[in-house]
């Protein structure tokens, strides 16, 4: 695929790496390219970051026909940067896409768009710990129209953020409230797809759950109201008894990348782990007995997440003394330390960025 890069004439200055905010400050440029029924994707360029034109009409600021997804770039303590699981991405990606009824991207190209801008603007992968370059693909459709039809013109964009923690508590445990009014999604919905609609609808709980003290909301499904789905940002994990538990993938949750990871590296390391559905009235027995012995979210955003206290109509629940578990720890050391470059990589997760 053949890119046009338009180089910015006066880089932005760069931010303070000690005092970065999620999503507040973005790169000098930006990937763009267009697709248009009958003709496929064209115009392949990277542009100097800056305000997108649109007509009011554009579909989707108006249906939601709209897609995104989140990965990140980290810097090797040999100063070399590299991406973690970028063809992960860009495959589910085309997921949301068919979802959606949006064109599918080719992997090779949408890889090559991801090198070529993380590579023009690779000084701006931060080095200071626990620092790392956000990188947030998005597509949009642009039909300058009303009318509520399949669209047939799309922008695919790319555009990149130094970024921080996720959460400022650090690695510390999170508090989190179990939702029990709104749903995030039903099976049959767009629950797996990353799409907009879904976070958005999720807004009103997390206010809530912000309001009373927690950091996160922790969905239940949307039919019986009883079965675990997965954190507001992240997917969900519990130790039960020495069995690690995760929702099951039954099309209301999404098929998380670091989630993935997380299986892969426990079944390597012997620990059984069953992907099935878990009622809240397990769990809080399984609190109540003594056998939940840590929880934890796992997203690109926040890595891994130990979970300190769960609240559930009223009545909270301390995970783990309201610490970080000796496995949540391992299990951050090593994802993060393939990510970072600091540990072996055998499963060829690192993508390195010349």
């Known amino acids: 695929m053949e890119i046009k890069i338009t180089k910015i004439k006066n880089p932005k200055e760069k931010p303070d790496v000690n005092n970065l905010v999620f999503g507040k400050t973005f790169t000098d440029h930006m990937f763009l390219m267009d697709y248009t029924l009958g003709r496929g994707w064209h115009d392949a360029r990277i542009v100097p970051y800056g305000p997108l034109s649109l007509s009011p009409a554009t579909t989707a600021l108006h249906y939601g026909v709209e897609i995104f997804e989140g990965l990140k770039v980290y810097r090797r303590p040999d100063g070399g940067v590299q991406m973690f699981r970028p063809r992960d991405n860009i495959c589910r990606m085309n997921d949301s896409a068919a979802r959606l009824c949006m064109p599918l991207l080719d992997e090779d190209d949408a890889l090559q768009a991801l090198d070529t801008l993380v590579s ?23 039909d300058p129209n009303l009318g509520l039809h399949t669209p047939e013109h799309f922008l695919f964009s790319i555009i990149a953020s130094p970024v ?6 650090g690695l510390n445990p999170v508090s989190i409230m179990i939702e029990n009014e709104d749903v995030r999604a039903v099976r049959g919905g767009t629950g797996y797809a990353k799409c907009g609609g879904n976070y958005a609808a999720a807004c009103r709980a997390a206010e809530r759950a912000e309001k009373q003290g927690y950091s996160q909301v922790l969905w239940l499904d949307g039919v019986e109201r009883k079965y675990i789905e997965e954190v507001g940002s992240m997917n969900v994990m519990f130790k039960i008894g020495g069995t690690v ?13 670091t989630r993935r990871s997380c299986i892969a590296l426990m079944h390597d390391w012997g620990v059984p782990v069953e992907e099935r559905l878990l009622s809240v009235g397990e769990l809080a027995k399984a609190v109540e007995n003594g056998t939940l012995e840590e929880a934890w979210g796992c997203g690109t955003a926040a890595v891994v997440s130990p979970i300190g206290t769960l609240a559930y109509e009223g009545k909270e629940y301390t995970v783990a003394g309201n610490r970080i578990g ?23 997760w690192a993508h390195p960025v010349k």
């Not at 921080?164 to 508590?169: L, P």
């Not at 000796?326 to 060829?348: A, C």
């Open 164 to 169: 921080g923690s996720y959460y400022k508590e």
């Open 245 to 257: 538990v995760t929702p099951k993938l039954t099309g209301s949750v999404l098929p998380g990348i």
């Open 120 to 142: 023009l603007d690779k000084s701006w992968v931060p080095s200071a710990p626990n620092t790392s370059l956000y990188i947030r693909p998005f597509m949009i459709a642009v």
């Open 326 to 348: 000796p496995f949540t720890q391992r299990l951050y050391d090593e994802l993060t330390g393939i990510q970072w470059g600091t540990k072996p990589d055998p499963y060829g």
